[in-house]
C-alpha cells in the first residue's frame, strides 16, 4: 500500500471527526460543545471549529436546553438541523420503481412508486434518468438543497464505481448507474444492493438498532441475508453478499439460476414457494387456498386458519431456511434473528419452525436464547436507501462535500 501524503492524510481526519461529530450530535442532541468534546475524545478547540463549520452550512443548530441534573440557567446545545436539505432515495423493483424525497434526518417528504417496465425497449438506464429528471420537475416546490442520490437495487453490482453489472427482471449489462446519474446531476450517487442496504437501514433506525451482532434474512423473490457482526456490517464497503440463497439444500433439486441444483432460493423464495403450493393444492380440493387467488398472503391466512397443506409449506420454509441459519448462528453467535419476507403474515407458523431448527442444530449455548423478529421495513421501500446516505453523512465521506459548499 502506498503511504498517504501529508495533507491527504489531514483531510482524512478531519472528514472520520467531521462525521464522528455530526453522528453524535444526530444521536445524542441536544448535546453541548463540552459533552461532545467529552463523547469523541477531541479538543474543545476541535469540536468549536468543526461545529462553527456545521453552523455556517446549516447542518446543525442551536438550542438551549435543560441538561440533566441541572437546574441552573439553560445550556447551549446543538441539534441537527435537516429541514433545509434534501436528498433522492430510490428503489428500483421488478416493473417499478419507488422515488421519495426525504430531508437530512430520514424524514419523508414525498414517495411515488412508478411503472418500470420490464420489457420497454429503451435501455434501462435512459429511462431511471427520465424518471428521475421527472420526478425533481414534478415536486420542485418542495424541493430544498439536493445532497445526493441513494439507490438499492437487487443484482451483482460494484457499489464503490456504482456499476450494476447484472440483475434480475432487467436485461443490464455492466450500466454505469453511478457515472451516469452523479454527471447529470452532479451529486454523489450512492448505489447498494438492496438486502445489504436494508440491513443497514434496519442497523441505523429499525430492528437491529444498538446491536452488535444481528443476522438478517430477507425471504422474498430472492432469498439472502445480511450480518452486522462487531457492530459492522460483514462486507461493508464491497460488492460481496452474504449468499445464503445459493447454499444447497436438496442435492437432486430443481436447477437454480446460478447454475447449481437445489439452492434455498429454489425451495425458499416466494416463486418457489407459491409454485409448490399451487402443485400440492391440485390433490387437496378442501384445501382453503382454492377460495381466493394464490399469493403469499392468501397463503399465510390459510396457514393461520389452520389449514393443514399451507401449514405444511409455511413450515417447510422455516425449516429450511432455519438449517443455514443454524449453521450462520454457530458463525456468528447473533443476539437476534431479523426476518423480512411478506411470509411474516404466518410469523406464528414460519418463526416456530426456524427456531427449532436453530435450536435443534446449533450450539446450544449460542441458539437457546435468540429473539426470531421481523424487520421493521419492509422491501419495496426507500429506508434502505436513506440508511446509505446516513452512512455517508457517519463517515464524513459526504459531510465534508456538504461542508464545501
Ligand atoms: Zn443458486
Known amino acids: 500500500m502506498i503511504a498517504d501524503s501529508q495533507p491527504g492524510h489531514i483531510d482524512q481526519i478531519k472528514q472520520t471527526n467531521a462525521g464522528v461529530v455530526y453522528r453524535l450530535i444526530d444521536r445524542y442532541g441536544p448535546i453541548s460543545r463540552i459533552a ?135 436485461r443490464v449489462s455492466d450500466m454505469p448507474l453511478g457515472e451516469a446519474l452523479s454527471a447529470r446531476t452532479g451529486l454523489p450517487v450512492y448505489i447498494q444492493h438492496d438486502i445489504c442496504a436494508w440491513t443497514m437501514a434496519e442497523a441505523l433506525f429499525g430492528a437491529s438498532r444498538d446491536l452488535n451482532n444481528v443476522i438478517q434474512v430477507v425471504i422474498d423473490h430472492n432469498v ?99 438449517r443455514i441459519l443454524a449453521i450462520m448462528v454457530n458463525l456468528f453467535n447473533p443476539e437476534k434473528i431479523v426476518i423480512g419476507s411478506p411470509l411474516n403474515r404466518a410469523s406464528e407458523i414460519l418463526y416456530p419452525a426456524i427456531a427449532d431448527c436453530v435450536r435443534r442444530q446449533s450450539l446450544p449455548v449460542y441458539g437457546q436464547h435468540i429473539a426470531i423478529e421481523p424487520t421493521q421495513f419492509y422491501n419495496q421501500g426507500t429506508m434502505p436507501g436513506a440508511a446509505l446516505v446516513k452512512d455517508a453523512l457517519y463517515n464524513g465521506t459526504l459531510l465534508v462535500k456538504l461542508l464545501q459548499g
Open 224 to 322: 439472502g441475508a445480511g450480518v452486522i457482526t462487531g457492530g459492522r456490517l460483514l462486507h461493508s464497503g464491497s460488492s460481496t453478499l452474504v449468499e445464503i440463497g445459493h447454499t444447497q439444500v436438496e442435492p437432486w433439486g430443481k436447477q437454480c439460476y446460478c447454475g447449481n441444483h437445489g439452492c434455498l432460493e429454489t425451495v425458499a423464495s416466494l416463486e418457489s414457494v407459491l409454485e409448490l403450493a399451487a402443485q400440492k393444492m391440485q390433490a387437496a380440493p378442501d384445501c382453503l387456498l382454492h377460495q381466493q387467488p394464490l399469493t403469499a398472503a392468501s397463503l399465510c391466512d390459510a396457514a393461520l386458519a389452520g389449514d393443514p397443506l399451507a401449514k405444511g409449506i409455511v413450515t417447510g420454509v422455516g425449516h429450511h431456511v432455519g
Open 36 to 170: 461532545l468534546s467529552k463523547k469523541a475524545h477531541l479538543a474543545p478547540a476541535s469540536i468549536t471549529k468543526i461545529v462553527r463549520e456545521m453552523l455556517e452550512a446549516h447542518l446543525v443548530q442551536e438550542t438551549e436546553f435543560q441538561e440533566a441534573g441541572s437546574r441552573g440557567r439553560p445550556a447551549v446545545g446543538l441539534v441537527v438541523d435537516t429541514p433545509a436539505w434534501h436528498y433522492l432515495s430510490a428503489r428500483i423493483g421488478n416493473g417499478e420503481f419507488t422515488l421519495a424525497l426525504r430531508d437530512l434526518s430520514s424524514l419523508l417528504v414525498v414517495e411515488e412508486v412508478r411503472p418500470l417496465p420490464v420489457d420497454d425497449p429503451q435501455p434501462l438506464l435512459s429511462r431511471i434518468i427520465n424518471e428521475i429528471d421527472a420526478f425533481f420537475i414534478r415536486h420542485q416546490q418542495k424541493l430544498e438543497r439536493l445532497t445526493a442520490i441513494a439507490i438499492t437495487l437487487p443484482g451483482i453490482l460494484n457499489a464503490q464505481k456504482g456499476i450494476v453489472h447484472r440483475m434480475p427482471f432487467y
